[in-house]
């Protein structure tokens, strides 16, 4: 994310269990959980799985299932799976927010690209959320390590931009459910490789993790694998420059990766993007001078190019629609200004 909404890492409430929850799609057809899991968790093996099945810690609607129970649609998915010690609460961190709208419900933040917004593996700290804690620490009804309160939804690590912060159970809930029924409003600008040459168009795939590399999603014919959810991204060209374009991305559903995966599918991988392969030279001669200017610009903005731009819904409380719109972020602006001088200097 843009990242799922309906997938939550849940903070332990003990130091010996890592504890996962995941509400399946309406769509989701039928399928073992083992297999399921081992797609949505990308650092965790089948056999880890199996394993926690066996031990009766992974539980469906309230039920502990074995690793061949068959997933069904809005099935809720418990998983505890035993972790060493290690102490993963949340703990506030004196971390420079830009803040661009708060009142008593609602926080709204542009991020920086060089920050992770939840805690994980190799992240236990310096988290955007870490951040929310040091900020809201004198706000008695926020608790960071709460999952009802706090993120509405996610973007990735190298993605700059909006993020909406409910700052109490009733904010989040009613926030939760306009990104669950698609009724935000949001857009993303990105730097893509190639010239994009409709100047509008709409991407449909549904989205999974790829089975060579669980690190990275893909399009899925859904028929051919049922873990992989229904995806819509619509784009807008903004400027066409020598080998690359700036367009403008609507988001219609939420997937994790979705831009990422969809401009790549239609052979427009985002600039700079290391995951998908874009931190090559996908398009343009291969002359010394040239080189050396793309090696210029991975330098300049030094992650995919890629910033969540503008932010709509409604206000939890006084029912008003609320709309944010944040410039560019410096890297990224530097970068356009790059390319506009390459394209206009031949």
Same mark, same amino acid.
Request: glycine share 6%; aromatic share 10%; charged share 25%.
């Given at each position: ?8 890492? !849940? ?173 935000? +409003? ?13 100047? =509008? ?28 959810? !229904?995806?819509?991204?619509? !784009?807008?060209?903004? +400027?066409?420059?020598? !080998? ?53 610009? =991975? ?44 394209? =206009?200097?031949?």
């Amino acid at each position: 994310m843009a990242d799922d909404i309906f997938c939550e890492e !849940y903070e332990p409430d003990s130091q010996l269990f890592e504890h996962r929850k995941f509400i399946t799609d309406k769509g989701q057809g039928l399928m073992r959980i083992d297999k399921y899991l081992v797609m949505q968790m990308s650092d965790t093996s089948r056999t880890r799985i199996q394993e926690a099945a066996d031990a009766g810690f992974i539980s469906v609607n309230g039920n502990a299932v074995k690793s061949n129970y068959k997933i069904k649609p809005l099935d809720e998915i418990v998983v505890s799976l035993d972790v060493p010690p290690v102490d993963y609460s949340i703990k506030p961190e004196n971390i420079p927010l830009e803040v661009v709208y708060e009142d008593e419900d609602i926080l709204v933040i542009n991020k920086s690209s060089n920050i992770v917004v939840h805690p994980g593996v190799g992240n236990l700290d310096g988290t955007l959320l870490n951040a929310l804690a040091w900020h809201l620490k004198d706000d008695p009804s926020f608790d960071a390590n709460n999952p009802q309160v706090g993120l509405v939804h996610r973007i990735d690590k190298d993605t700059s931009g909006l993020l909406l912060i409910a700052k109490n159970e009733y904010a989040k809930s009613y926030l939760g459910r306009q990104f669950q029924d698609k009724t935000t +409003k949001r857009s993303y600008n990105a730097l893509v490789w190639g010239i994009v040459k409709n100047d =509008f168009g709409t991407i449909t795939g549904a989205l999974a993790r790829n089975p060579k590399d669980r690190m990275q999603f893909m399009v899925f014919d859904e028929a051919e694998n049922p873990a992989a959810k !229904y995806a819509i991204t619509h !784009y807008k060209v903004l +400027k066409r420059y020598k !080998y690359t374009t700036l367009v403008e991305c609507i988001l219609e559903t939420g997937r994790t990766h979705q831009i990422r995966v969809h401009l790549k599918h239609i052979g427009h991988t985002l600039f700079n993007d290391e995951r998908y392969g874009g931190n090559e030279i996908l398009k343009g001669n291969r002359t010394i001078k040239y080189k050396q200017f793309i090696a210029n610009c =991975f330098e300049v903005c030094p992650r995919q190019a890629l910033h969540a731009k503008t932010l709509g819904f409604i206000h939890p409380k006084t029912e008003k629609e609320m709309f944010f719109d944040i410039d560019l972020p410096k890297d990224f602006q530097a970068l356009l200004d790059k390319w506009e001088r390459y394209s =206009f200097d031949l």
